[in-house]
């Protein structure tokens, strides 16, 4: 598979970290209010941790990372932070 | 019975409308769902079974079922700002899942899964009201490996029977697609040409063409979701699709489509 590929076991607490960012208010809130702590909280390394704070999608994805958890964790973050953008017409 | 079978996109901006969207797309795309709905009023649809893929929202890597059925009394879900819910119609889901196993096919159900917004776009502009009670469907679509087209086509087959033979008046319906390829560089560049192969073969009534897919054809072409469209291919046989609209915006294929059926 070219784009969406097998996520490797290695990834799966940055895999669980985007998914909460995509699907759970609470935690994108608490993301959102300390990035590091709630990044702590899904026991992100390092490494994983510096890349979701950068928001370097092709070093989120070179880790492991699912393409739509990284690109749907953004648009939710950014629906929160840039809500006047959307629902534009 | 089988009364209805429809696909319709879930872009997530059809919805949420930013603005760096085309508006007359958009609106055009509005006008196609609005079809939709008035069809779904004059077929006076008992249920809708509705199949969609997950974007990794009713499943996660928990358990990454290929084939799942959601069984409750009713499902809810939110996205952005909307916060929806829809009655579930129970017999009809719990009758899917019973003669599906009968059949073969290892079904996962659920009565505890929120409900994607891959359900809730399209049931946003077309559900009739007051609201038919829904029977999601779901079909792995975003985890490798998922099911492949062949076995898509073959529970779209098992499920036209089993509706067939069924008292309820049931619409099928599909959500998702065409050509998109979220969180890759490929985002701006859909192939909209594969698309339009594709509806012109399902025009023709040649879907059966469609369980012979591969997988990494799928992946290719930005159509992983087209195996929700394959289930229903395999419920609808060689009906010729009436496609509403095909609006390519810059980043999805936009496709609403229905397959006339003979029964009413």
Known sequence: MVHYRFPPASAYRLNRCLFALKSDDAFRSRFRADARAAMREMGLDDADAAALLRGERDALVARGAHPYLVFMADLRLRMEREAVTFEYF | MLVGAFACAHTPQLLARPETEDRELVLRVHAAFARVKRRLEALRPDAIAM????????????????????????????????????????????????????????????????????????????????????????????????????????????????????????????????????????????????????????????????????????DRAGNIELRTWITLLGAVGDAKADVYCYEPSWHHGNAVVEWPLAVT
């Open chain 2, 51 to 218: 199949i969609a893929g997950d974007h990794i929202e009713a499943f996660f890597l928990s358990a990454v079922p290929a084939l799942a059925v959601y069984v409750g009394t009713e499902c809810a879900g939110t996205f952005g700002r909307y916060r929806y819910r829809f009655p579930i119609h129970e017999p009809l889901a719990r009758a899917l899942v019973e003669a599906g196993i009968e059949r073969g096919f290892d079904l996962v159900y659920t009565q505890d899964a929120p409900l994607d917004y891959a359900f809730y776009v399209p049931l946003h502009f077309t559900m009739p009201e007051p609201s038919v009670p829904l029977v999601p469907l779901h079909v792995n679509v975003y985890l490798p490996p998922q099911p492949t087209p062949k076995r898509c086509y073959e529970w779209g087959r098992a499920l036209g029977e089993i509706l067939g033979s069924r008292s309820e008046r049931v619409v099928l319906m599909a959500s998702g697609g065409m050509s998109h390829f979220p969180g890759t560089d490929r985002y701006a560049s859909p192939e909209f040409d594969y698309d339009r192969r594709l509806l012109d073969l399902l025009s023709a009534g040649r879907s059966r063409e469609l369980a012979a897919v591969t997988a990494e054809e799928l």
